[in-house]
């Protein structure tokens, strides 16, 4: 049922990519419990604009857990008190009446400050540029149905293929490891007949792009798994690594 | 008579397209790598162009506001993407698709650009696949299909309640794929803030830069935009925060008509508003109606006390509800189009059968999970169900949802010829950013299809019709004056609106014009409403231009500015919709004057009056746009009364 609370709340502020950032602290009261919780930033930006003081910068666009563009890091975790789901469907009744809460941007090197709670995560981008696709060019492609594909492979590839980028699996490490994310595409197209022809370049291609981007060793604390919005399971990792021992051993 | 050339080819309706192709000019290898396409959106309609015309060999520039191009709004979308494969032998056809596609949008498509969007449907689920799209599946390892709203038969392709995520990555993974090979050039975080004419053609674009602010010029033979639609006008929508229609009044400032701007979708199935402080609405996919029942219930008295919170709805007997779709459209009961189910909740609402706070109805899974097994309920909707139950904290698999209608879609957009191109030489539009394809009413899973139609295989070939004419134009510096004015205009727009330093946020002044847009211009018309709606619209505008307060400068991040930027072409469009609405005295698929009805309340078209589509011509800042009409000729359907009873 809707009731209402009150909350103090910790939120990192930086002006830009090279300043110094700092904690600020605010109130904010009246919040519904049934509002979520970037409705509950964006109650507090209104407050901001109205003391004429600059809105905090946050990064959001789907605000339905699919998009990946929300982040933050709350109360110390990645997306937030509640399990499989992203920051933006995090509701308010999972605070209580009274709490501070402490709102952070994804800390780590390969993922830099751009301002307030934003962080630039286009290395990403560079991973999947590195390899994370089947070299097909449009038109000229056999018939859907050409090759049938097993169901639990499918099923499987889709459970991979269900990540959304956001970053969290490299926020939740102590290493700042990709893994999970990296190999969530290895996995989801080493496991298709039309992905399996690349897999072992694409394995090598995508690992070497992200040891290169500054992203840290995996060293199986399972942390990503656990902060993962969208249960990508760790079981991926194994996959890429056969997959990586294959490329390594074919050279 | 028409003002413009549509270029609809000549022949039989299943040859114009390759007629098309047979004869359209093209470009050699050589010719493409000196010509640049700018191409503005990377959600399925821009991320497939670019993709595809950078494998071609053109050099291309791709933009985008998010921080990734996977983040597009198309990342969204749930349900599925039709396609006329007839995998599953139930009668399926290019014809058929064709036919539910245009009778869907109320006859007041083209049925050319239609017929085009069926025939190449096949390919985009080949194209999809060979890139690695994990569409589901069943046992024997062959595709599965799903039923939506508006058709009879099951081609709907989908990838668990993710279909957009997926068909999405796949258009990005083929992206990245040529920014790695360097045809492809990726501009995120920058949005695109004018466009650039150059002796009438479209030449370029100006960017900002949303981190640095900084303002960029860009050239291009030719500009694409995929910018999506302008859905957001209402400040409530199912459309993603950044989702916004300033593309779209760039170009029609420019000269670019505006077409059929009135034609806005309203799904039947999203959850419904809890309170003020909602920044968005949450849709459930319109799958769902393949399982779930709509009913509310029959008794007036048990939806006070489901509304005071005496009665639950699994204490209504059965034969207490009204499943009142099954009861109206027996023919397609819960699944009858879009609009139909949208005005029907509203008219069980209105009447006081409502449930929640009055403006909501039940989709109940009961007889699904009998009869199914809730595994299989769970395995068809297991991501949305938890959706469902994160946002309202209630269990679906034992309540049923709560849904209202929301709007979620545009139809009307940037006019286009069959070739996608605007009435601006050089500036096209795909997606839907464009006008061209759903008519007055979109059918289900066609979004997702037009989208990726328009940009794997409909402008690959256009575009170089185009081109082929420009291969002579050596690339344009930018510091010629068009690039140098265009600039100018742009700072001094930004400076003016930092200037204001009123006493309204933004989104306050957003969430007024989403209320009159809601009220007046949304699920149910009226002259008298659509006049005071013009009205409302202008003293907002003044509102907004006079008493907007923007904190911070133009320099570094600002999304103060990007909202207010955004807001102001919204409220444009809003003026421009209720226009077009109070012009066009029919009702037809989701435009429905209520003037205009049958005796049983269905929507009532004037075809000897209104078979047109409405294109406006921005005549200055304080005068009227004019209205110019491209007649639409039915060849080869007949334009009969949609009846799904
Ligand atoms: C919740 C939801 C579910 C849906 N489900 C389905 C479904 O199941 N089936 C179906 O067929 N359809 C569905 N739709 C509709 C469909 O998703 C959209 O119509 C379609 O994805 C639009 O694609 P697009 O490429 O035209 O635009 P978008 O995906 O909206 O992309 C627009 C792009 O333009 C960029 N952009 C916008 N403005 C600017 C600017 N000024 N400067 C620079 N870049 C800019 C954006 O960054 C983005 O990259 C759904 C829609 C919603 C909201
Ligand atoms: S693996 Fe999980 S946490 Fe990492 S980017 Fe993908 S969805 Fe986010
Ligand atoms: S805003 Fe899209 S996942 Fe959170």
């Known amino acids: 049922m809707e009731k209402t609370i009150n909350l103090t709340l910790k939120v990192w502020r930086q002006n830009g990519p090279k300043e ?8 904010v009261s009246n919040i519904s419990t049934d509002s979520s919780f970037l409705e509950m930033m964006d109650i507090l930006n209104e407050q901001l604009v109205g003391e004429n003081k600059e809105p905090i910068a946050f990064d959001h666009d789907c605000r339905e857990g699919i998009c990946g563009m929300c982040s933050l890091y709350i109360n110390g975790r990645p997306h937030g008190p509640d399990e499989d789901i992203t920051t933006c469907q995090l509701h308010m009744r999972k605070f209580k009446d009274g709490e501070t809460v402490t709102i952070e941007p994804w800390r780590a090197a390969a993922f830099p400050i ?12 560079k991973i999947i540029a590195a390899g994370g696709y089947v070299s097909v060019n449009t038109g000229g492609v056999p018939d859907a149905n050409a090759i049938p594909i097993a169901r639990p492979a499918a099923e499987e590839a889709m459970d991979a293929a269900a990540c959304i980028g956001c970053g969290a699996c490299v926020a939740a490490c102590k290493n700042s490891s990709a893994m999970l994310f990296v190999s969530a595409k290895v996995s989801q197209l080493a496991l298709l007949p039309q992905g399996k022809v690349e897999a072992k370049r694409r394995a090598k291609a995508m690992v070497s792009k992200m040891d290169e981007l500054g992203f840290g060793g995996c060293t199986n604390t399972g942390a990503c798994e656990v902060e993962c919005p969208k249960s990508i399971s760790i079981a991926h990792i194994s996959r890429l690594n056969r997959e990586y021992l294959k490329s390594r051993l074919s050279e | 008579m028409s003002v413009f050339n549509s270029k609809i080819p000549e022949g039989p309706l299943a040859q114009k397209w390759t007629n098309y ?15 640049d396409v700018i191409i503005v959106g ?33 990342i969204a979308a749930q349900g599925g993407i039709n396609a006329a494969k007839n995998y599953p032998n139930d009668g399926d056809s290019v014809y058929r698709l064709f036919y539910d596609t245009i009778k869907g949008g109320d006859y007041r498509a083209r049925e050319a650009n239609v017929y085009r969007l069926a025939e190449v449907s096949n390919s985009i689920i080949d194209q999809c696949v060979a890139q690695g799209v994990p569409f589901a599946r069943e046992y024997g390892g062959l595709l599965d299909n799903r039923s939506f709203g508006g058709a009879q038969v099951s081609r709907t392709f989908y990838a668990r309640g993710q279909t957009g995520q997926q068909l999405l990555l796949g258009a990005y993974q083929a992206l990245m794929r040529q920014v790695n090979a360097g045809s492809v050039k990726m501009y995120t975080r920058n949005e695109l803030v004018e466009i650039v004419l150059v002796e009438g053609k479209a030449r370029g674009i100006i960017t900002r830069d949303l981190v640095t602010g900084k303002l960029e010029r860009h050239f291009g033979h030719a500009v694409v935009l995929a910018t999506g639609g302008y859905g957001n006008t209402f400040f409530l929508s199912t459309n993603a925060m950044g989702s916004n229609g300033s593309a779209a009044v760039k170009a029609f400032h420019k000269g670019a008509m505006f077409a059929n701007p009135c034609m806005a979708q309203i799904h039947p199935t999203c959850i419904p508003v809890h309170g003020e402080f909602q920044s968005k609405l949450t849709l459930m996919s319109e799958s769902l109606r393949n399982d779930g029942r709509i009913w509310v219930p029959a008794k007036k008295e048990d939806a006070e006390a489901i509304r005071a919170g005496k009665l639950k709805p699994t204490q209504i007997a059965e034969e207490d509800r009204d499943y009142y779709l099954e009861r109206r459209y027996p023919a397609f009961g819960n699944l009858v189009p879009r609009d139909v189910a949208s005005r029907a909740a509203k008219e069980r609402c209105d009447a006081g059968y409502g449930v929640g706070t009055g403006l909501a109805v039940y989709l109940d899974f009961k007889s699904a999970i009998d009869r199914l097994g809730k595994d299989v309920i769970e395995a068809r909707y297991g991501n949305l169900f938890q959706m469902y139950e994160k946002i309202v904290d209630d269990n679906p698999y034992e309540t049923p949802m709560m849904i209202y209608p929301a709007i979620h879609y545009t139809m009307g957009g940037i006019w286009v010829d069959y070739e996608l ?9 795909a997606g839907e ?53 265009a600039e100018k205009a742009v700072k001094d727009r930004f400076e003016k609106l930092l200037s204001i330093q009123g006493q309204r ?26 006049k005071k709606a013009v009205k409302r619209i202008a003293e907002i505008k003044k509102e907004f231009w006079t008493n907007v307060r923007i904190p911070g400068n133009k320099e570094g991040m600002n999304v103060e500015l990007e909202k207010a930027s955004r807001l102001a072409d919204f409220i444009e469009i809003g003026a421009l919709m209720a226009r077009d609405a109070l012009d066009r005295e029919e009702s037809c698929g989701g435009h429905f004057r209520e003037e205009y009805q049958t005796g049983e309340g269905e929507a009532l078209r004037q075809d000897d009056k209104f078979a047109y589509v409405s294109c406006w011509e921005y005549k200055g800042e304080d005068a009227e746009p004019a209205l110019h009409k491209e007649e639409l000729v039915y060849e080869f359907v007949e334009m009969l009364q949609r009846n799904y009873k």
């Not at chain 1, 110094?20 to 109130?27: I, M, N, P, S, V």
């Not at chain 2, 991320?47 to 985008?64: D, H, P, Q, R, W």
């Not at chain 2, 946020?505 to 659509?530: C, P, Q, T, Y």
């Open chain 1, 20 to 27: 110094k950032g700092r904690f600020e602290t605010y109130q």
């Open chain 1, 114 to 125: 751009i301002k307030d709670l934003i962080v630039d995560r286009t290395a990403f981008d």
């Open chain 2, 21 to 35: 192709k047979d004869h359209q000019k093209l470009v050699n290898p050589s010719n493409k790598r000196k010509l």
């Open chain 2, 42 to 74: 990377t959600g399925l309609a821009g991320a497939s162009a670019a993709a595809s015309l950078g494998e071609m060999g053109f050099n291309v520039k791709n933009f985008t506001i998010q921080d990734s191009p996977r983040r597009a709004h198309s």
């Open chain 2, 421 to 429: 191109q605007t009435n601006i030489p050089g500036l096209f539009a």
């Open chain 2, 433 to 485: 950013a464009n006008f061209s394809d759903h008519g007055a009413n979109r059918l289900g899973a066609s979004a997702l299809m037009q989208g990726l139609a328009d940009g794997y295989f409909v402008l690959p070939y256009t575009i170089q019709n185009y081109l082929a004419d420009d291969i002579r134009t050596p690339r344009m510096t930018t510091e010629e004056k068009e690039f140098v004015e």
């Open chain 2, 505 to 530: 946020s933004v989104d306050s002044i957003h969430k007024e014009l989403g209320l009159v847009m809601w009220d007046f211009v949304g699920m149910g018309r009226n002259a008298e409403g659509l």
